[in-house]
């Protein structure tokens, strides 16, 4: 009997708390002392719990409670029976109707809960016969169900013959219309409700209409609406600062994210703020960054969840920051995401591909077997992993089951990787098929990374006549692969062949940068100076810029367990590094002891034009 001594006011609070070792007890003492004959509040608040309890099981206990009595309860008693499942609340509806007049309490838990459109219709149809249609606190429900169900003319409809309405109305309506994907009608909900005049917004408005400018990537009103949230003091309501980092996040203004973010304080923010932030450094592949935001989550104990991990384990990935990403994986295991089907498939994804591209392929290999539903994704990480650390017999083993096995039907993504396998793994024949497959068995057009991975695979086996003749076939689709058999002319050392793949690129419009760079080194390779000096000054006639210099990331330190670890990444030609002088000292003893290894040709130049 320890459970009475919960206050009855306490176990209101937490409803859901409420399971047959407290509630049980609880109605015993209640009707063995004459409470709950005596008190129509007690019987109310004990029916309450019972039909908002978590556990089934319990919700028996209401009907007896409101229908086999003497003389029928209060109407807030059948109110309070109204929150069961549907089939039953009916049942109390049915109860209710025999002793009194439904009130504007009694239809928004049964709208609420409605498992159709008919029977919603039905419930509004009664309603209008009540004459409660109209009431603000049932119209708001019988909004939001309406537009729950897509019933958009019906809710505008509604909305229309209101005599009045109050902020929740238009919320309904808002919020309602943002959910169902009819972003312009929401809009324009906002803007009458602004030009009302008479009803002030809520933080509810305001999170709802930031949730149409994100799914829109609408900044220019997102920005807007940030001023109005300003304006009138949300700014500091930890929603409506998660919607704007959403917002910020999704359009590509991490800085601006970073700024509502930071403008919170860590004891308000809460697992959807951390989330927000973290989506919002991935959406914007900064890696770095995303990292040290869950190492600082973490520091606050703010305990991940399926999202978060979804967010980390790609920037692990990109960053091959293993041991970091076995602390994820780690977590999973021991806080149950895993077990209690918390982890998607998307998240189970992330891990594969974490571990695929981290080069711990038997790890990866071991989730991937484990993984109760596999989509196309699930495979071509698997496929590519395999594939980028040249075990292409595996590679192409999982490709087969995957088609041959489990039937599915692969997609450009995986037959990109099963090329990739054949070309790292020297399985020339076996790529040549694959390309053919493409187009006759799967009906799949190749783009130009397959033209660009036959090419190279080709390339690589010093078939060059051959790869010359994949990317004339490629035509227009593969004008980009020209790059990749100038490289493996340049691998071989036939200079001809490499004269005329840079002719080509030079008379390709669609050459980016990195064709521009690999034609210029060609001819410095070459010692055609002059030659180089004219693709360089069509470069600036162009307005060609060379691109951003790659990053590369290396875990240092750790133990075993994989903490301790501390991430260092290096950009081409970067002396940002504390040790860099030690850094490039090694690097250059290493050039060197390769060059007397007779392990880099002696024309092969040190500096190319990216250094110049």
């Not at 109305?169 to 009302?196: I, K, Y």
């Amino acid at each position: 009997m320890a459970a009475l001594r919960v206050p009855l006011r306490a176990i209101l609070a937490t409803p859901r708390a409420a399971g047959p070792r407290l509630l049980l007890p609880l109605h015993a003492h209640l009707l063995v002392s004459g409470r709950l004959a005596a008190s129509p509040a007690a019987l109310t608040s004990l029916v309450s719990l019972y039909a908002r309890a978590a556990a089934p099981a319990l919700h028996r206990h209401v009907a007896p409670l409101l229908l086999d009595r003497p003389s029928p309860p209060p109407l807030p008693c059948f109110n309070a029976g109204l929150s069961l499942p549907h089939p039953l609340a009916l049942a109390v509806f049915r109860g209710l109707r025999h002793a009194y007049s439904p009130d504007a309490f009694s239809f928004p838990p049964l709208v609420s809960s409605a498992p159709s459109p008919p029977h919603l219709l039905a419930l509004h149809a009664l309603a209008l016969r009540c004459g409660l249609a109209h009431d603000l606190f049932c119209a708001s429900a019988m909004l939001r169900s309406c537009l729950r169900f897509g019933l958009a003319d019906h809710a505008r409809r509604l909305f229309g013959e209101l005599p009045r309405r109050d902020v929740v109305v238009w919320n309904a309506m808002v919020n309602g219309f943002a959910r169902l994907g009819c972003f312009g009608h929401a809009v324009e909900c906002f803007r009458m409700m602004r030009e009302d005049g008479e009803v002030e917004i809520s933080s509810f408005t305001v999170t709802g209409i930031l949730s149409v400018c994100t799914a829109t990537a609408d900044l220019g009103h997102g920005a807007a609406v940030h001023g109005l949230v300003v304006k009138s003091a949300f700014d500091q309501e930890v929603s409506v600062c998660n919607a704007l980092v959403d917002l910020y996040g999704k359009c590509h203004k991490v800085d601006d994210a970073a700024m509502v973010f930071e403008g919170m304080a860590d004891i308000v923010k809460d697992l959807f703020s951390w989330n927000s932030m973290l989506s919002a450094l991935h959406y914007s592949a900064d890696h770095a960054g995303t990292m040290k935001l869950f190492s600082r989550m973490r520091r606050v104990a703010v305990w991940p969840d399926a999202v978060t991990v979804a967010a980390v384990l790609p920037a692990c990935a990109q960053t091959a920051a293993l041991q970091v990403g076995r602390e994820v994986h780690g977590y999973i295991v021991t806080s149950g995401l895993a077990c209690h089907g918390a982890l998607d498939s998307f998240a189970c994804n992330a891990l594969v591909d974490m571990y695929a591209k981290s080069g711990a392929l038997d790890e990866a290999r071991r989730i991937f077997d484990r993984m109760q539903q596999r989509d196309v994704a699930s495979w071509n990480i698997m496929i590519d992993g395999y594939a980028s650390h040249g075990h292409g017999k595996e590679a192409l083993e999982l490709f087969c089951q995957m088609t041959e096995v489990e039937r599915l039907l692969p997609d450009e993504i995986t037959l990109l990787g099963a090329l990739s396998a054949c070309s790292h793994s020297g399985l020339v024949e076996e790529g040549k098929n694959f390309l053919k497959r493409m187009k006759e068995e799967f009906s799949l057009e190749p783009q130009l990374e397959h033209y660009a991975c036959v090419t190279d695979m080709l390339g690589r086996a010093g078939r060059l006549e051959e790869a010359r003749k994949v990317v004339e076939d490629a035509g227009d689709v593969g004008v980009g692969a020209w790059r990749t058999y100038l490289a493996a002319c340049r691998m071989h050392g036939d200079k001809e062949r490499a004269q005329e793949a840079a002719r080509m690129l030079m008379t390709t419009e669609q050459s980016e940068s990195g064709g521009w760079v690999l034609l210029a080194n060609t001819y410095g390779w070459e010692g055609n100076f002059d030659e180089l000096e004219e693709v360089r000054g069509e470069m600036k006639r162009r307005g060609v810029q060379k691109a951003a210099p790659g990053c590369s990331w290396v875990e240092v330190g750790g133990d075993d367990r994989g903490s301790g670890a501390v991430m260092h990444a290096f950009v081409s030609g970067d002396r940002g590094h504390p040790e860099a002088d030690m850094i490039y000292e090694m690097l250059h003893a290493l050039i060197s002891w390769m060059r007397d290894c007779s392990h880099l040709s002696n024309t092969t130049p040190l500096y190319s034009v990216e250094h110049s």
